[in-house]
């Protein structure tokens, strides 16, 4: 999921969930996070898109031939997940057993347009790959295998964060790196301390030893991996949830008029039988829309 319940509950929606426990308030921001993937268009093959990045194994894609001794056959591919950190394998299979196997360093990486290109001089006189006349007992177009691992990587520098309980100090962003070179560095006025401390990646947050004084001050530099607008696009459907919730349980569902004395409230009827909440996300939450609209995929997903 894309938010944890502690981070909603600081961030601001001016709802009441004092009476929410922790398991309800899970629930919501699992949904939220569903309705963001759904919303967005994530691929779901060879593994699920997930917006904290991860690793795809062996996802799988045609690859053209050669089809004259001036053309130089395929060379880009494209992958379903970015944006693409690095590749760990990439194979082009002629047959289920014989393959080439193209090394990483030999592979450069377009960012910007979601692809990587080989640039192995070795593809020119690669076996099957330099014939004009394949056997036919290969594969009528060979295929590409690639295992990669994809994400974001932001980073904040000297963030003042804000103190939960004494010893618990929270940034503003979720979900931290925390491997080799991308340690946090946590500074106690100033001073970058290395001790006396644990960091809770997930949560966005440090938790001291012992209590820091009213007068101190904290600040991380830190690598996270989810972008804000996913996070806060999350945000608005989990309190759009919350007060759906709250109409249904109280009978109030599908009201759309109420009038007592002198008051008179009229929900937006473009707003109170959407066709479901996935479809109806613009008229429904149009914050959380906008927030979420570039990272909608341009593609059809594959699933």
């Known amino acids: 999921m894309y938010i944890t319940p502690q981070r909603f509950r600081e961030m601001g929606y001016g709802i009441d969930i004092s009476e929410l426990d922790d398991t309800e308030l899970l629930s919501l921001c699992k949904q939220a996070s569903a309705v963001v993937d759904a919303y967005c268009n994530v691929p779901r093959i060879p593994q699920k898109h997930d917006f904290r990045g991860g ?38 299979y002629v047959t289920n057993t014989q393959y080439i196997n193209i090394a990483p360093t030999e592979l450069m990486i377009n960012p910007t347009e ?21 056997p036919n007992v290969a594969l009528a177009v060979p295929l590409a295998k690639t295992s990669y691992t994809y994400g974001w990587d932001f980073t904040e520098t000297d963030e003042e964060m804000t103190c939960a309980d004494g010893q618990t100090w929270r940034a503003q962003n979720q979900f931290w790196h925390v491997d080799t070179g991308r340690e946090p560095v946590i500074k106690v006025n100033g001073t970058v301390v290395t001790t006396g401390y644990t960091v809770d990646a997930n949560e966005g947050a440090v938790v001291f030893n012992e209590n820091l004084l009213a007068t101190d001050t904290a600040t991380a530099t830190y690598h996270y991996k989810l972008p804000s607008d996913i996070q806060y696009g999350t945000g608005h459907i989990v309190a759009h949830l919350h007060g759906q919730a709250e109409l249904q349980s109280r009978g109030m569902a599908h009201l759309t008029r109420l009038r007592v004395a002198e008051v008179d409230m009229e929900r937006d009827l473009r707003r109170s039988f959407p066709t479901s909440l996935i479809a109806g996300l613009d008229n429904e939450v149009p914050e959380a829309a906008l927030l979420l609209g570039a990272y909608r995929a341009d593609n059809i997903t594959i699933r």
């Open 55 to 92: 690793t795809i194994t062996q996802e799988t894609h045609t690859w053209g031939y050669p089809q004259t001794p001036f053309d130089i056959g395929r060379r880009r591919q494209y992958l379903f997940h970015y944006p693409i950190l690095a590749i760990q394998q990439f194979r082009i």
């Open 114 to 134: 979601r692809y990587f290109e080989v640039v192995s001089l070795a593809m020119t006189g690669a076996g099957l790959f330099n014939a004009l006349i394949i």
